[in-house]
């Protein structure tokens, strides 16, 4: 079995490096990688365009996926995973700083696995990224065949 992987679709570099520092803070030393904006997050979860070649499984643990992306928005992009066979059951969690209850909704009438804000404050911030990396790649049971 391969090692369980993240990956993070950030274009927020500060979000990136907050996200990435609570996750190592965490322990958490699982492969963990960045793509940033919606197009580049497609290409990689399907093996194309600069990614044809990405070694590795084939399929993350888990998409933290922000909403508000160049190129395709995170919407976008989760209605693209759940139109398709590989990935319709691929877990992803919106992380986003978006407090529009319509951002809300819509993530999870596409097939979000979850919907989490982004805490303003740092400590909070990197308590719930550790959170979430813990859960999605300790204690969730992915389905099978995956």
């Known amino acids: 079995m391969s090692e369980k992987s993240i990956l993070l679709v950030?274009?927020?570099?500060?979000?990136?490096?907050?996200?990435?520092r609570a996750l190592r803070r965490?322990?958490?030393?699982n492969?963990?990688?960045?793509?940033?904006?919606?197009?580049?997050?497609l290409d990689y979860l399907f093996k194309a365009g600069e990614f044809a070649g990405r070694a590795g499984?084939?399929?993350?643990?888990?998409?933290l996926l922000d909403i508000g992306?160049?190129?395709l928005s995170g919407l976008e992009v989760l209605e693209r995973l759940r139109a398709d066979e590989r990935t319709r059951l691929l877990p992803v969690v919106i992380?986003?700083?978006s407090d529009e209850k319509r951002d809300c909704l819509e993530s999870y009438k596409n097939g979000a696995n979850s919907f989490v804000r982004k805490p303003v404050d740092f400590v909070d911030f990197?308590?719930?990224?550790?959170r979430l990396g813990l859960y999605w790649l300790?204690?969730?049971?992915?389905?099978?065949?995956?």
Request: aromatic share 0%.
């Open 31 to 41: 492969c963990i990688d960045v793509v940033r904006d919606g197009q580049q997050a």
């Open 138 to 146: 300790v204690t969730n049971e992915a389905p099978p065949d995956r």
């Open 69 to 71: 992306l160049p190129r």
């Open 10 to 20: 950030e274009d927020n570099h500060q979000d990136e490096m907050l996200t990435l």
């Open 95 to 97: 992380l986003t700083s």
């Open 26 to 29: 965490a322990h958490v030393a």
């Open 57 to 63: 499984p084939d399929l993350p643990a888990v998409v």
């Open 126 to 130: 990197a308590e719930t990224v550790a």
